[in-house]
Antibody
Framework: QVQLVESGGGVVQPGRSLRLSCAASGFTFSSYGMHWVRQAPGKGLEWVAVIWFDGSNKNYADSVKGRCTISRDNSKNTLYLQMNSLRVEDTAVYYC?????????????WGQGTLVTVSS | DIVLTQSPLSLPVSPGEPASISCRSSQSLLHRNGDTYLDWLVQKPGQSPQLLIFLASNRASGVPDRFSGSGSGTTFTLEISRVEAEDVGVYFCMQGLQTPYTFGQGTKLEIK
């Protein structure tokens, strides 16, 4: 069965960096676009970034552009989000999500999330 | 950015009764390929979001047929024909037409 398992969250001071990982299993990872979506405590959902199946194209929300880099290692079935110059407002649960094939842009599987807390 | 506005934001429903959630988009979600890029998700308490409906009216795998999605252009509706206790959660609409992909504010469904 499809599984997405995020890791790498934690408490970090403003201005520092963090790298999130998402380990995928149960499907051909290299065939799917992948996304990061975040949810601040008690708030709604915010799309963060997307990477195409082969890593050839990436796109970011304005709120993280220039500070975050999405990447993937298809040989390791793993998605990453490198987050630099972290701000208090980046505090959120970060989910990785798989983009369903042939269905527009929709997310058919989500991980359990990893909590990032930015605080001094 | 495309703005999605949901209503109501809170929805108390008695078991067995129907429920309806509206999602309005600031621009048409019709893709040039003829599909409409509007999805519905639900986040049950303590869980990750899960896909309910994609391309406005298609139920995701395993979703009960009491859930249905309809609409076109800028106006969409999620309907639950008979609410069950397990349907408690926050329902979001999402547009996948253009980046940044955006979500509605969420509608919290609770059982009366």
């Amino acid at each position: 069965q499809v599984q997405l398992v995020e890791s790498g969250g934690g408490v970090v001071q403003p201005g520092r960096s963090l790298r999130l990982s998402c380990a995928a299993s149960g499907f051909t990872f290299s065939s799917y676009g992948m996304h990061w979506v975040r949810q601040a405590p008690g708030k709604g959902l915010e799309w963060v970034a997307v990477i195409w199946f082969d890593g050839s194209n990436k796109n970011y929300a304005d709120s993280v552009k220039g500070r975050c880099t999405i990447s993937r290692d298809n040989s390791k079935n793993t998605l990453y989000l490198q987050m630099n110059s972290l701000r208090v407002e980046d505090t959120a649960v970060y989910y990785c999500a798989r983009e369903r094939k042939g269905a527009g842009t929709c997310f058919d599987y989500w991980g359990q999330g990893t909590l990032v807390t930015v605080s001094s | 950015d495309i703005v999605l506005t949901q209503s109501p934001l809170s929805l108390p429903v008695s078991p067995g009764e129907p429920a309806s959630i509206s999602c309005r988009s600031s621009q048409s979600l019709l893709h040039r390929n003829g599909d409409t890029y509007l999805d519905w998700l639900v986040q049950k308490p303590g869980q990750s979001p899960q896909l309910l409906i994609f391309l406005a009216s298609n139920r995701a795998s395993g979703v009960p047929d009491r859930f249905s999605g309809s609409g076109s252009g800028t106006t969409f509706t999620l309907e639950i024909s008979r609410v069950e206790a397990e349907d408690v959660g926050v329902y979001f609409c999402m547009q996948g037409l253009q980046t940044p992909y955006t979500f509605g504010q969420g509608t919290k469904l609770e059982i009366k």
